[in-house]
């Protein structure tokens, strides 16, 4: 039986090919000197303000410092791409999404993206499938549509395709990688990694029929969030109580814009309505509600806050459900604040500490905001620590102050794509005992940190940061997060959340609208 060939009729709407976007960017390289600066930045950034490098070198076996040292005696000779791609590797090696290269324009803002999502998940017996579970409705063509089941991915069956992607990926366990390993099969943010090697894939699938037929998909590149008519992240750079995974906050926008519902699809990046939805399920005989938070990208942790206060003042007392996943983090205060929110009594938040170094030194004794940290970092010069004495960010009692709260019976649902902040959500969750976590992976995204900004870095560091060529930008963990309670000064960065319970994804989840993970979730209330 040889594979009928088809075309999708129409391309990606709102887009610009891949080709063109690439000749575009490599026409007007990024001069040598710009080059030095960058590597010369790392460096600073690495090893004397991320709070993780100890760990880093002994858990992966990798030093990003002599990798920036060899790069640079190397840059001469390499291409624009080659460049972005080898700096942006040096990074990745750290398996730390907190801790990133951002390229220059043009490609800030922008992901490369295919126009439809894939989902795993498996038979009782262990075996694998693949399923495209959404797209845009002008790539639906030949039985290629939701519900299609992927067979190949450029002539290399589906699971080794998918095994080689996750292997390229920064995330710091196996499940985290091979969450993101799926996931960027189709979506690629461009501000963190050089675009995709390929201008198109070729796809071998089995339509819903049964039938299986082959069809080639062209990459296309979209602007995640615009203002004044240009591309921008949809994270703000001078925050500076920020925990999220900016690339997977970006593509979590281009998710938003082809496949969210109308009302959520057309408002702004951080309003409160693209980040938390909720609806009442009337499941195994119960009346139970159903909170899915995709974000904590707000402005304000007040304002969530209340948002989240009125959801749950309207849910039944049976019980509710909490889904974080694929959330890759944001405003921590904001997480915490919701956490309270769910909570009778005070939650203990978790703690942050920063590196020993002069110039993490320097940072605290200038900025009024990390003051509390200075004595423990300057004693570190005769104690030997590596670490600062851990102190929380904020008090989300007083943050969340007046406001009712959710006192029935709660159970929390995770993957490995719940990144961040939502790992600091997840973590609060259990170790104030809140209820059970029902994982669709056995730990959480695993990252452990409060991000900050090269930009953000500079205004208190002038002397030491420069600016940066065309827009390009760094970020890095520099405050560590470690959990509360029963798992007191547990680091959250690459050991993450165990779920208490799990669950693997069966067809009916994904074609079904979660109908067996929401089943499975309702009888932890019993």
């Given at each position: 039986m040889?594979?009928?060939?088809?075309?999708?009729?129409?391309?990606?709407?709102?887009?610009v090919g891949l080709d063109e976007f690439t000749a575009r960017a490599e026409a007007d390289p990024l001069p040598l000197a710009g080059r030095y600066q960058l590597v010369a930045a790392a460096r600073v950034l690495l090893e004397e303000l991320y709070v993780h490098l100890p760990l880093k070198r002994a858990m992966h076996a990798t030093d990003p410092v002599q990798r920036l040292r060899l790069l640079e005696r190397r840059l001469p000779p390499l291409g624009e791409l080659q460049f972005h791609a080898e700096l942006a590797d040096v990074f990745k090696g750290l398996h730390d999404l907190h801790?990133?290269?951002?390229?220059?324009?043009?490609?800030?803002?922008?992901?490369?993206?295919?126009?439809?999502?894939?989902?795993?998940y498996t038979d009782p017996d262990g075996t694998p499938h693949h399923i495209v579970s959404k797209i845009d409705p002008a790539l639906v063509h030949a039985g290629f549509d939701a519900g299609?089941?992927?067979?190949?991915?450029?002539?290399v069956p589906i699971e080794r395709a998918i095994e080689r992607n996750a292997a390229a990926q920064a995330g710091s366990n196996p499940d985290a990688r091979?969450?993101?390993?799926?996931?960027?099969?189709?979506?690629?943010?461009?501000?963190?990694?050089?675009?995709?090697?390929e201008h198109w894939v070729l796809l071998s699938y089995r339509t819903r029929a049964g039938r299986r037929r082959e069809t080639r998909v062209p990459w296309r590149v979209?602007?995640?969030?615009q203002y004044a008519g240009r591309a921008q992240d949809p994270v703000p750079t001078l925050a500076t109580s920020l925990a999220i995974d900016a690339g997977n906050e970006t593509t979590r926008q281009i998710k938003r814009s082809l496949f969210a519902p109308p009302g959520a699809r057309h408002s702004a990046a951080r309003a409160l309505r693209s980040v938390v939805a909720y609806r009442t399920l009337r499941l195994r005989g119960g009346a139970y509600g159903y909170l899915r938070v995709f974000s904590f990208?707000?402005?304000?942790?007040?304002?969530?806050?209340?948002?989240?206060?009125?959801?749950?003042?309207?849910?039944p007392a049976g019980g509710l459900?909490?889904?974080?996943?694929?959330?890759?983090?944001?405003h921590v205060p904001a997480a915490e604040s919701a956490l309270q929110v769910l909570s009778e009594n005070p939650v203990v938040p978790v703690s942050f500490s920063l590196s020993t170094t002069r110039t993490a030194l320097a940072l605290a004794r200038s900025n009024p905001g990390l003051r509390a940290w200075t004595s423990s970092i300057r004693a570190a010069v005769e104690t030997g620590e590596l670490y600062s004495q851990a102190f929380p960010l904020t008090d989300p009692v007083v943050i969340t102050a007046g406001l009712p709260r959710y006192v029935g019976p709660k159970v929390l649902i995770t993957d490995a794509l719940s990144y961040s902040a939502a790992d600091i959500f997840a973590a609060g969750f259990q170790d104030n005992g809140l209820g059970p976590v029902l994982g669709t992976a056995l730990r959480t995204g695993a990252g452990g940190a409060n991000v900050w900004t090269h930009e953000l870095l500079r205004v208190w560091l002038p002397e030491l940061l420069g600016d940066l060529p065309r827009g390009a930008g760094f970020r890095v963990a520099l405050r560590r997060a470690t959990r509360a309670r029963g798992n007191v000064d547990v680091p959250l960065e690459d050991l993450g959340v165990q779920a208490d319970e799990l669950h693997r994804l069966t067809k009916r989840d994904i074609t079904g609208s979660n109908h067996d993970l929401l089943a499975a979730a309702t009888a932890l209330f019993a």
């Open positions: 040889s594979p009928a060939t088809a075309q999708p009729a129409r391309v990606l709407p709102e887009s801790t990133v290269y951002q390229l220059p324009d043009p490609y800030r803002g922008h992901v490369a993206a295919l126009g439809f999502l894939v989902e795993r299609a089941e992927l067979e190949s991915w450029n002539g091979l969450a993101r390993g799926l996931e960027s099969l189709t979506l690629r943010p461009l501000r963190t990694g050089p675009p995709p090697d979209r602007a995640a969030d990208n707000v402005s304000s942790a007040r304002l969530f806050a209340e948002q989240v206060a009125r959801i749950v003042a309207r849910a459900i909490v889904d974080i996943r694929g959330n890759p983090g944001g």
